[in-house]
């Protein structure tokens, strides 16, 4: 069978948030969604990238949608939130801006693919692939604070992704595999992103914000999309504990990953021995 | 844009930054939005309402040497709620590219040295590899022992891979060689 989608991992999903990349090829394999990797991709230059030069950071995108189109697929799925709007944001400058289309023609010395269409996981799975049909595990004592961050939605002229401060693609599809989510108000706040490597008291205070908030409307987990987010809120949570004199120990799963619980995949082919807050506790009472 | 009368006598550094961005700063009646929606502006030394003002009125030095643009996340939340349609988010890029090509010493230096590591290590690398870039941030910024036992313990959980993967390397470097080729024949013309 020919692969449907383009599959650009990006690089976190190759290393740090490697659990999102085994727990999303689960998933589309139990639902039958046929995904290929793309051979020879490459970073797409995330912040840094924007943060020096916008001819880079619109350059470095489209050499991965030139390598899906080599493979014959127009449809791209990006899990990465980060990625998902560098290669969205590459396709919309090119498009709006002929002058920054040229360049990139020129750096890449070849012709624009052309009708390239960049996706979310979350939209392939909200899009006809029907999971619930497919549960054969209920997780009723879960309380899921739906947590999309920045870039899924924003700037919402680019990214025209659900409503862009209260998306609910996340918590619809959660709930059709009878998972129970909350509305709360931290939904697309800032985690503070890459100034964990250099301004931690900043993502410190902004996560801190998050899981509190998540704690307060009675979360006893979160899900994610992105795996920046992942890190600031898993594996920085002690830290913030520590910083804050609290006491969360909020499990932080990436979507996907409680996809694959409710549709029976084994919680070690999900990649959840990787978190930092382990969610056995949780899991063990549902 | 040729007739849009708000781009005509503007601040050199409005000007720069419309080069830069294609955005334009005079289009701001200064609701604050930005300010009153960015996550970081409790840490910024001017709020990006207050910033964008400052371009306008050509102030180069507080602009350029502001912490503001480098702590900005790119959270785009300023951008999504402009109501002029400024793209607030590419605006503080620009500044961050205008100081550095005037060789002016970010008032932020780790999050320019970010910027440098994590470029050099995928222009290298063709991905990013992780590793590489903290050890390369860390040369940079020599704060050698900064998160030393979350690096631990995510590389125990196999977060973190000791080598990297070098298959589309040549790719970067030829894509990063001719950006800056095809970047200063521009600024030349």
Same mark, same amino acid.
């Given at each position: ?59 470095? $995108? ?16 990006? $899990? ?17 801006? $002929? ?21 979310? $996981? ?165 | ?189």
């Amino acid at each position: 069978m020919t692969a449907k989608y383009a599959y650009y991992p990006g690089c976190s999903l190759h290393s740090t948030g490697s659990e999102y990349d085994v727990s999303f090829r689960a998933v589309c394999e139990k639902l039958g969604v046929d995904i290929e990797e793309i051979k020879g991709w490459i970073c797409c230059g995330t912040s840094p990238a924007h943060c020096t030069s916008r001819l880079l950071s619109l350059a470095l $995108p489209y050499q991965n949608l030139y390598l899906a189109k080599k493979m014959g697929r127009t449809d791209v799925v990006a $899990p990465c939130a980060a990625c998902f709007a560098r290669l969205k944001t590459a396709v919309h400058e090119a498009a709006e801006d $002929p002058d920054i289309a040229a360049q990139i023609r020129e750096v890449l010395k070849g012709p624009l693919p052309e009708s390239m269409n960049v996706l979310s $996981p979350l939209e392939i799975f909200n899009g006809g692939t029907n999971p619930a049909a497919a549960v054969t595990k209920q997780l009723p004592g879960l309380k899921v604070a739906c947590y999309y961050g920045c870039l899924l939605t924003r700037p919402s002229k680019v990214m025209q992704f659900d409503e862009c401060e209260y998306p609910m693609a996340m918590d619809n599809l959660l709930g059709s595999l009878g998972i129970t989510t909350l509305d709360w108000s931290y939904k697309t706040e800032c985690c503070g992103g890459a100034l964990a490597m250099t301004r931690t008291d900043v993502v410190l205070k902004l996560t801190h914000d998050i899981l509190e908030e998540a704690t307060a409307v009675g979360a006893n987990a979160i899900s994610v999309a992105c795996p920046l987010c992942h890190v600031n809120l898993d594996t920085r949570q002690v830290e913030v504990e520590q910083q804050y004199g609290t006491r969360y120990g909020l499990p932080v799963f990436y979507f996907t990953q409680l996809m694959g619980l409710a549709l029976g995949i084994p919680p070690d082919k999900l990649g959840l021995q990787k978190h930092f807050v382990s969610a056995d506790a949780l899991l063990a009472g549902v | 844009m040729e007739s849009n009368l708000t781009t005509i006598s503007q601040s050199q550094l409005a000007q720069a930054v419309l080069r830069e961005s294609g955005q334009n700063v005079n289009l701001c009646y200064q609701c604050r939005k930005c300010a009153a929606g960015c996550p970081i502006s409790y840490a910024m030394d001017y709020k990006p309402a207050q910033l964008i003002h400052a371009i306008r009125l050509g102030m180069d030095d507080l602009v350029l040497n502001s912490k503001t643009m480098w702590l900005c996340a790119s959270c785009e939340t300023c951008t999504t709620r402009c109501p002029q349609e400024v793209d607030v988010a590419k605006v503080m890029d620009a500044v961050k590219i205008t100081a550095v090509r005037r060789g002016i010493k970010p008032a932020i230096p780790q999050v320019a040295s970010f910027y440098r590591a994590a470029l050099a290590n995928i222009k290298k690398c063709g991905r990013m590899y992780e590793l590489g870039m903290i050890i390369g941030l860390k040369m940079r910024t020599f704060e050698f022992f900064k998160d030393a036992g979350l690096g631990m313990k995510m590389f125990q959980k196999g977060k973190l891979k000791m080598v990297p993967s070098l298959s589309s390397a040549l790719t970067t470097m030829r894509i990063f060689y001719r950006v800056k080729k095809v970047e200063k024949k521009n600024r030349g013309a």
